[in-house]
C-alpha cells in the first residue's frame, strides 16, 4: 500500500504557510533533541532575525517552504538548535534552583522569580517538558500544570535546568551537530521544510 | 503505507571577513534526498 499528499496540496500547504507572514530565526546553544511538543529553544542566545520567505521546489512544484537570513554572531559560540518564531521577541529564560522530583510535582522555583510575568497563564519549556504556569506564590514559587502541548511529564529534572518561556509561535524547530563561530561570523541560513 | 509528513532540511554558508563564501553544508537533514544535491542547489 502506499499514500502521499499530491502535488498540488504540497503546494497548496506550502503557500498556506508562508500566508503565515514573517518568521524570525532563533538559535540555541543548548542541548537536547527537537520535539514536536517543544515550544522554546534549547538556551536561545541573541536576538531574533528576520529572514524570506518563498515557495521553491524540491520535487514535485512549489513543495517546499524555504526561509532565507543572514546571522553574525555576537559571541564566540556553538550552535546547536535553531527555530523559526512567529514573533521577534527574546523570550525570558532562567534555571531551576531546586530539582523537580516527580512527574506530578505541581510547582517550580526557579532561580529568578521577579523575572517572570505575574499575568497567567504562560507557557515554559524545561528540558522535554513543556509546563503551563497558571499562578505564583509572590516570591519564589512558580505553580505549573505538567506535560501540557502533548508532552511528557519528566519524573526528576535537574536543578539548573533552563527554563524558557513561550514566545511566539514555533514553526519548526532543529538540533544539529555543533557549528561553532567566532564573534563577527556571518553565516547565510537556508531552511527548508519539504511536503512530502 | 508510506507516512505523510515534512522534511527539514538547514544548509548554511559562512561568510568570511574578506567576502569569501564558505559552504557549511548541511546541519540537518532526514536523509530522504540527496543532501549533497540539495545543498548545491541553494
Known amino acids: 500500500m502506499s499514500g502521499t499528499i499530491s502535488s498540488n496540496t504540497r503546494s497548496t500547504i506550502v503557500n498556506s504557510l508562508i500566508s503565515l507572514g514573517s518568521q524570525y530565526l532563533a538559535v540555541g546553544v543548548g542541548s537536547g533533541v527537537a520535539s514536536a511538543t517543544d ?18 521546489t524540491t520535487t514535485t512544484s512549489g513543495d517546499t517552504y524555504q526561509w532565507v537570513g543572514l546571522f553574525t554572531s555576537t559571541a ?3 550552535l546547536t538548535n535553531l527555530g523559526l518564531f512567529s514573533t521577534k521577541g527574546s523570550p525570558i529564560q532562567d534555571t531551576l534552583s531546586q530539582q523537580v522530583n516527580s512527574n506530578s510535582q505541581s510547582f517550580i522555583i526557579p532561580i529568578s522569580y521577579y523575572s517572570w510575568p505575574s499575568s497567567y497563564p504562560f507557557n515554559i519549556q524545561v528540558s522535554t517538558e513543556v509546563m503551563q504556569v497558571v499562578s505564583g506564590n509572590g516570591s519564589t514559587t512558580l505553580y505549573v500544570n505538567r506535560g501540557v502541548n502533548g508532552s511528557t511529564a519528566l519524573s526528576t529534572i535537574p536543578a539548573s535546568t533552563p527554563i524558557t ?3 511566539g509561535q514555533l514553526l519548526a524547530k532543529s538540533n544539529f551537530t555543533g557549528l561553532s563561530l567566532n564573534t563577527g561570523d556571518q553565516v547565510q541560513f537556508y531552511i527548508n521544510i519539504q511536503l512530502q | 503505507m508510506e507516512p505523510i509528513s515534512a522534511k527539514i532540511t538547514i544548509c ?5 571577513e574578506d567576502g569569501t ?10 536523509h530522504l534526498l540527496d543532501k549533497e544535491e540539495q545543498c548545491q542547489e541553494l
Not at chain 1, 522554546?40 to 521553491?56: D, H, K, N, W, Y
Not at chain 2, 563564501?21 to 532526514?30: P, Q, R, T
Request: charge should be neutral; hydrophobic fraction near 40%.
Open chain 1, 76 to 78: 564566540t559560540q556553538t
Open chain 1, 165 to 167: 518561556q513561550a514566545s
Open chain 1, 39 to 56: 515550544v522554546a529553544l534549547f538556551s536561545e542566545v541573541q536576538t531574533r532575525i528576520s529572514g524570506t520567505v518563498a515557495p521553491t
Open chain 2, 21 to 30: 563564501i564558505e559552504d557549511l553544508g548541511e546541519l540537518l537533514s532526514s
Open chain 2, 12 to 16: 548554511a554558508k559562512r561568510i568570511k
